[in-house]
C-alpha cells in the first residue's frame, strides 16, 4: 500500500504533504503544510484523551526545548512518527495531520461548531418553534428543543399537565435547573398590594431580560402555565438581536452607545442579606457579531458617564423598538403549555391582564452552556440538524 504521506524538514519546522486522502477539503489542493514542531508535541494525539483532555503541562514542554526539537523523522505507510531530542517518541496519522493542515482555521471551525443563529421579528409568529412533551422526551426530541433555543432562541413545549413543580423536573431533564435566592423555581401570579415585585401583579411589562444584575447570568428561562387570565396576560417575546441589528442600520452612533457602555444592574434584598450587582453593555459584542443582549428598566442603577443623555436616548430607541408591533410576537400560554427561551438573547415581556383573574406561571433558570454543548457535541459527529429548521429559507 502506497503511503499516504511524506514529511520533511523545512526551515526548522516540519513540511508534510499528503497523497491519495480523500475528503480532507483544502489540504487535497495544497502543495503542503509546515508544522512547527512545538505545536506537534504541544497536540501530539497519542496525549490527548478522547475527551480533549491533555495528559501533561504545556508549559513544561516549551521550558524544555529539546522535548519540541525534532530527532529523527520516519514517514510510514499510515503515520509519520517524530522521534524527539528528549527520547520520546510521537505518532501523527497522516488524516489527522491533514485534518490539522490548517489548524488555526481547524481549530477555529472545532470551536465555531454552532447551528447559525435565525433572527425573527413578528413574522415569525406564524410558525414559532412548537413539539409536544412526549417528543421531548426522546433524544432526537431533546436536541430539536436545544437547536430551536440555539436557532430562534425561543421554543414552546406543550403537554405537560398542571401539577406544580413540572418546570424543575423539565428544566432538570434539559440541564440543571438553576437555584438562586428566588429558590429553584418561583411563582408569577398576581399577590396584589402584597407583590415585592412588578412581575407579581397583573401589570403591562413591558420587554426585558432577566437577572442581569447576576453574574454568571442565567442563560435560559423558563415559564410553564398551570392557570391563565381569560383575557390578556399573553407572555410577549422579542428577538433582541433583531432589535440590536436594526439600531445598528437606524443609527450607528446610539449603537456604539449601547454596545460600549457597561450598565449598572442591582438588586438588592436586605431582610435576606442579598446584594446582586453586575455591569454589562445593552449590546455586548464578540468579534463585532452580538453576542448577549441584556436590557432591563426595572433593575438598572444609577449611570454616570459624560454621554448620558446621548446614551439614554440610545437606550430609550431601542425600547421602543423591543417594544415595537413590528419585533413583538405574542403567546397566549395555555394551561400545561411551557415557554423556554434565551435569556441573552430574547426578551420577555407580558400583557395586563385582569386583577384577581387566576393567572399562575411557574418559572425557573438554567444555564445554556449544556444546551450548546448538546448542540455541537451533535454537530460534531456529524448529524444533520437543519432537520430542526421551521424557517423559510430565503
Ligand atoms: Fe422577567
Same mark, same amino acid.
Given at each position: 500500500m502506497a503511503r499516504l504521506g511524506h514529511a520533511s524538514r523545512r526551515c526548522g519546522q516540519i513540511f508534510v504533504q499528503w497523497g491519495?486522502?480523500? +475528503?480532507?477539503?483544502s489540504t487535497e489542493a495544497t502543495a503542503g503544510q509546515l508544522f512547527h514542531p512545538l505545536w506537534l508535541r504541544l497536540n501530539d494525539p497519542g496525549q490527548?484523551?478522547?475527551?480533549?483532555?491533555?495528559?501533561?503541562e504545556m508549559s513544561g514542554v516549551v521550558d524544555r526545548r529539546n522535548s519540541w526539537e525534532v530527532a529523527d523523522l520516519k514517514n510510514e505507510e499510515q503515520r509519520l512518527s517524530v522521534q524527539w531530542g528528549d527520547g520520546a517518541q510521537s505518532h501523527y496519522p497522516w488524516s489527522w495531520l491533514a485534518e490539522h493542515a490548517a489548524a488555526g482555521v481547524a481549530t477555529d471551525k472545532q470551536l465555531k461548531l454552532a447551528v447559525p443563529k435565525h433572527l425573527w421579528d413578528q413574522s415569525f409568529q406564524s410558525t414559532l418553534p412548537r413539539m409536544d412533551y412526549e417528543a421531548l422526551l426522546t433524544r432526537s426530541g431533546k436536541l430539536q428543543l436545544c437547536t430551536y433555543l440555539e436557532r430562534y432562541g425561543l421554543a414552546f413545549v406543550s403537554g405537560? +399537565?398542571? *401539577? #406544580? +413543580?413540572t418546570v424543575d423536573k423539565v428544566g432538570n431533564y434539559i440541564g440543571h435547573v438553576r437555584v438562586t435566592n428566588y429558590g429553584a423555581i418561583f411563582d408569577v401570579k398576581d399577590d396584589g *398590594?402584597? *407583590?415585592?415585585?412588578? *412581575?407579581?401583579?397583573n401589570q403591562r411589562i413591558s420587554a426585558h431580560t432577566d437577572?442581569?444584575?447576576?453574574?454568571?447570568?442565567?442563560g435560559i428561562q423558563m415559564l410553564h402555565c398551570l392557570s391563565c387570565a381569560e383575557e390578556g396576560g399573553a407572555t410577549l417575546f422579542t428577538d433582541g438581536f433583531s432589535v440590536a441589528q436594526r439600531l445598528k442600520s437606524l443609527d450607528s452612533s446610539a449603537f456604539h452607545l449601547l454596545s460600549s457602555i457597561e450598565h449598572p444592574y442591582e438588586y438588592r434584598d436586605p431582610d435576606a442579606a442579598v446584594l446582586l450587582r453586575a455591569s454589562v453593555p445593552v449590546i455586548k459584542l464578540c468579534n463585532e457579531e452580538v453576542e448577549r443582549v441584556t436590557f432591563n428598566n426595572r433593575s438598572a442603577a444609577p449611570l454616570q458617564h459624560e454621554e448620558l443623555q446621548r446614551y439614554y436616548e440610545a437606550w430609550a430607541l431601542f425600547d421602543r423598538l423591543a417594544n415595537s408591533m413590528e419585533f413583538t410576537v405574542k403567546a397566549h400560554l395555555k394551561p400545561g403549555e411551557l415557554a423556554i427561551w434565551s435569556n441573552g438573547r430574547v426578551m420577555h415581556g407580558r400583557e395586563g391582564y385582569e386583577r384577581g383573574a387566576p393567572r399562575h406561571l411557574q418559572g425557573a433558570y438554567l444555564d445554556s452552556d449544556e444546551i450548546q454543548s448538546a448542540v455541537r457535541a451533535a454537530l460534531s459527529e456529524? #448529524?444533520?440538524? #437543519?432537520?430542526f429548521s421551521i424557517h423559510q429559507v430565503e
Open positions: 491519495g486522502l480523500k +475528503g480532507i477539503g490527548i484523551t478522547r475527551n480533549q483532555q491533555r495528559l501533561f405537560l +399537565g398542571v *401539577a #406544580e +413543580g *398590594a402584597k *407583590a415585592t415585585n412588578l *412581575a407579581f401583579t437577572n442581569p444584575y447576576r453574574d454568571p447570568f442565567p456529524g #448529524e444533520d440538524l #437543519e432537520r
